[in-house]
């Protein structure tokens, strides 16, 4: 093979056997060829590399490359033993020369193997015995190639001492091994050793020498050897998983709840497929009706986040906690949440009916409904219902009035109220276990109660806290009993949900109160003559009449009429029979007398005498303690 040297100036060309061809002629040898000693064959290899060495030192002038060329074709192929090899790194050397020229003179060596290249700087002109630097570059300029025990020799010269070998960066690189450093001290000042280089990585040698001698000086440098290793790299990684999820402290029945969670992989790993599930527990529900909440993931790359937005509904009031767990299908690899709390919460309506125990007559009955929201949450849409007897008529009725704080009042309404109030209850109702409220005799009456009237009116808001109150009026009619009741009734559902019956809310509350009708007689007696003044001996007719003004029936009512001295009977008529006795006319008793009856009785008498006289009647019946009386005066006179 040919070793071309060469530089900016000039070449020569050291035409060199190469050991190869050596090994190659060694090897090829006929079978019956006289076979050569092993001390032969070691003498012909040095016989080679120094021919090579000396054919070097021929060329004067500094080298900038090495390349290897074939000269001859080899009829055979063969393969340089590493023996070979490491020989030709010697033959292989950067030979530097000290000319009268420009400042610096540069050189560089590549290795044939593409793993190494040796670049040295020494100046062209330095004075004789004084101290001078050059400098020695090894890089692996290979792509995934480590170079171990790197090791250069710097060759004796004539005329040139070497004082001390450095590497640049030697104190400051702390990662520098012992062993690397132990071998750099025990080496001489002629050596220079690295114990690893990287692949792309260089390290710089300062030499410093003197020149011993006038004229031209040699620094010559030779690649003893290195080891060359493939290094294969792999990452170790850890996948780690953060889940978060987060809830409302504090959640209305009749709206949507909303759930976020956040999964994250803050680890330096990617990780697989992954599962998220949510036990909510009873009494919550997805829309979709499930009391269990799942994601799935079909991964997630290191550093990157997730989040989800569960939307859930609550089917009861309370509170609600649970924890998510996020797991990796294809490994052990998992993360639980902190556990959240949530206090779902929800109108509870109580209702008070307020009225007179009793009433006398035909008077309006008044009543008072007071509707209040107990509960937590506002109580939207409340429908009040107002009842009353269809024998009776409503006479008025206001709207709503808002108020809050109504603890006291509600409790002064109880006392005074003979209704017993129903409170909402936080589940869902349905219409057939509502029951009214009241005590165990209201219920019974209520079954022979009449057929009630019902109206409705709405109050759009009911805070938590807040109260309306309703008057109204009732007309008795005939009624001896005026039943009341009052219902109210709060609805909401949570639209999105696919189980409707389960996603809505009912809050209820009832009471009712009764009143007494007390009803009285009250019987009139009149008496009017129809004439006066009277002739004697002339007749006057006296009408009397009777009617019941009162609100009840009366019974046996009876009237009496008393002629005094100067009136003498003629005749007496009326609704019933009567009797004469004497001076006193006896009329036979009315059974039952309805209130608003009225009857009229008549008696006629002569004047015998002369003077003012006076008619005398008398009542009686059932519902008098003492009968009342009624007096007519008339004047009689003689012409």
């Known amino acids: 093979m040919q070793i071309r040297l060469f530089n900016s100036r000039t070449s020569c060309v050291v035409s060199v056997q190469h050991l190869g061809v050596v090994e190659h002629q060694l090897k090829d040898q006929p079978n019956d060829a006289p076979k050569k000693s092993e001390s032969w064959i070691l003498h012909t290899r040095k016989r080679a590399t120094g021919i090579a060495l000396a054919r070097i030192r021929r060329c004067h002038l500094p080298v900038t490359s090495v390349v290897s060329n074939p000269t001859f074709q080899l009829s055979k192929r063969y393969v340089m033993t590493s023996f070979g090899r490491s020989l030709f790194f010697a033959a292989a050397a950067v030979c530097s020369a000290s000319l009268l020229s420009s400042v610096h003179a540069q050189s560089s060596l590549s290795t044939g193997d593409g793993l190494l290249k040796v670049t040295s700087q020494m100046p062209e002109e330095v004075r004789l015995g004084e101290s001078f630097n050059y400098t020695v570059e090894v890089s692996n300029i290979s792509d995934q190639v480590t170079l171990h025990r790197v090791k250069l020799a710097q060759k004796k010269a004539e005329g040139l001492t070497i004082e001390s070998v450095s590497q640049q960066g030697e104190k400051a690189n702390e990662k520098q091994s012992q062993s690397e450093a132990e071998e750099k001290n025990r080496g001489s000042k002629n050596q220079m050793m690295i114990q690893t280089l990287k692949p792309g990585e260089s390290r710089t040698f300062d030499v410093q020498a003197v020149a011993d001698q006038e004229g031209e000086i040699r620094s010559c440098l030779e690649v003893v050897s290195y080891k060359p290793a493939i290094c294969l790299t792999s990452e170790a990684v850890k996948p780690q998983l953060e889940l978060t999820k987060v809830a409302p402290k504090k959640a209305n029945r009749c709206n949507v709840i909303k759930m976020e969670y956040t999964l994250k992989n803050g680890g330096s790993g990617d990780v697989g497929p992954i599962t998220i599930k949510d ?116 006479a008025d009725v206001s709207e709503p009035q808002m108020k809050s704080n109504q603890s006291s009042k509600q409790g002064d309404s109880k006392k005074r109220s003979e209704g017993q109030p129903t409170p909402a209850k936080s589940e869902q109702d349905s219409a057939s276990n509502q029951s009214d409220s009241g005590n165990g005799n209201e219920q019974s009456k209520q079954t022979d109660s009449p057929k009630m009237a019902e109206k409705m009116l709405t109050i759009d808001t009911l805070k938590p806290g807040q109260s309306a109150t309703i008057d109204y009026a009732i007309r008795t009619g005939e009624l001896d009993e005026i039943p009341t009741k009052v219902k109210a009734t709060s609805v909401c559902t949570v639209d999105v949900a696919e189980d409707e019956a389960d996603a809505t809310t009912r809050a209820t509350a009832t009471a009712m109160t009764r009143a007494k009708v007390v009803r009285l007689p009250a019987l009139q007696l009149t008496v009017v003559d129809d004439e006066d003044p009277v002739n004697n001996g002339s007749e006057v007719t006296y009408t009397i009449k009777v009617w019941n003004e009162g609100d009840a029936i009366d019974n046996n009512v009876r009237l009496t009429a008393e002629l005094p001295d100067g009136l003498k009977f003629v005749s007496a008529d009326g609704p019933t029979e009567l009797k004469e006795e004497g001076q006193s006319i006896q009329f036979a008793p009315i059974k039952k007398m309805q209130p608003g009856d009225e009857v009229t009785y008549t008696v006629k008498a002569e004047g015998d005498g002369e003077g003012s006289v006076r008619l005398t009647t008398q009542l009686a019946s059932q519902s008098l303690s003492s009968k009342i009386t009624a007096e007519e005066p008339t004047r009689i006179f003689k012409r």
């Open 279 to 394: 036990s909510l527990g009873d009494g919550l529900a997805t829309i979709e009706g499930n009391n269990e909440l799942k994601f799935d993931i079909d991964g997630l790359e290191a550093g990157e986040t997730r989040k989800f937005i569960a939307r859930v509904y609550a089917a009861k009031s309370g509170e609600f906690g649970s924890r998510a767990e996020a797991k990796a299908t294809d490994s052990d690899l998992s993360s639980r949440s902190k556990k959240t709390q949530t206090k779902v919460v929800s109108a509870d309506l109580i209702a008070m009916v307020e009225g007179p125990n009793r009433l006398y007559g035909n008077d309006l009955a008044h009543f008072t409904a007071t509707i209040t929201n107990q509960g937590n949450a506002p109580a939207e849409d409340v429908r009040v219902n107002l009842m009353w007897p269809e024998a009776a008529n409503l």
